[in-house]
């Protein structure tokens, strides 16, 4: 029992912790009233939540099933079972953090949506887990792609969501806000 509470291991969780808690919290204050699909699975899970009310968080843990399968399998099984907590945690943080949106202006969502989702992945990824989607994809093709950076490889890997966000809820602006986000969370998730 003592092995496991080892000053790396508590870190490493106290670190994935609080990343879950404040990305999770840049959705129901900025990113869904404002609908705004950053890319990735928690893009598409707020697209999906746009088209039949699906919660996002529960859409999101769904869609990351088979990406933990690749996961596990690349990346061993430390990072594996963080990474499952950090995402069971984010997901259900989106879904029932007790959070009134903060702003209906699609600028200032973006601006501190992106933010806020930034400081927190970068949290997350800094104590070796992944939220799953778009960061674990990244996390996957980094480990075999070491010269791009984490960051560069999101930004990639959200370009197909953000498209498709656009075409459904037509409207330009709502993808342009999308990049927004990803360029900001991506630089500050690179400076973390």
Known sequence: MKEWFT?????AWGQIL??????????????????IAPGGVTGLATVLNYLFGWPVGTARLLM????????????????A????????IFSLLIDFL???????????GSLFGGVLLGVGLGFVIKGG??????DMIARLLNHRLRHLSMGKLMLAVD???VLFSAIVYKSIESAVYACIVIFVSTKIIDTI
């Open 7 to 11: 000053k790396e291991r508590i870190t």
């Open 18 to 35: 609080l990343g879950c808690l404040l990305g999770a919290m840049a959705y129901p204050w900025f990113l869904v009233p404002n609908h």
């Open 64 to 79: 990351n099933i088979p990406l933990f399968l690749i996961g596990y399998r690349s990346m061993g099984r430390t990072f």
């Open 81 to 88: 079972v963080r990474s499952l907590g950090a995402t069971v």
């Open 98 to 108: 007790p959070l009134q949106p903060m702003t209906h202006d699609p600028l200032l």
């Open 129 to 134: 887990a992944t939220t799953g989607g778009t």
């Open 159 to 161: 370009g197909c969501v």
